[in-house]
Nanobody
Framework: VQLLESGGGSVQPGGSLRLSCAAS????????LGWLRQAPGKEREWVAY???????NYADSVKGRFTISQDNAKKTLYLQMDSLKPEDSARYFC???????????WGQGTQVTVSS
């Protein structure tokens, strides 16, 4: 499985960014995708993901500001991030779950920096 993120960058507080993840190499229909992030000195945390039923799940810290979506035909995952805050600064990883049970595959990540 290959997961390739793009779309990171630097933005001022209150700004927006859209991350993309091109996924390939899996055929199992029960494969769930999501986004995690890791800030320096902190543990990696999940941000948003699709469950096996297709329901979206968001961490409380991003609920109402971030939107996860996917284009199944293109096998591309997106994360629209609005109203960004400095505490959103982190390296964002696209990740996948075989059989939608636990993260099994990771991309290299893309850096997001929110500062004035």
């Amino acid at each position: 499985v290959q997961l390739l993120e793009s779309g990171g960058g630097s933005v001022q507080p209150g700004g927006s960014l859209r991350l993309s993840c091109a996924a390939s190499g899996y055929t199992d229909s029960s494969y769930c995708l999501g986004w995690l992030r890791q800030a320096p000195g902190k543990e990696r945390e999940w941000v948003a993901y699709f469950s096996s039923t297709g329901r979206t799940n968001y961490a409380d810290s991003v609920k109402g500001r971030f939107t996860i979506s996917q284009d199944n035909a293109k096998k591309t995952l997106y994360l629209q991030m609005d109203s960004l805050k400095p505490e959103d600064s982190a390296r964002y990883f696209c990740a996948g779950m075989k059989r939608c049970a636990g993260w099994t595959d990771w991309g290299q990540g893309t850096q997001v920096t929110v500062s004035s």
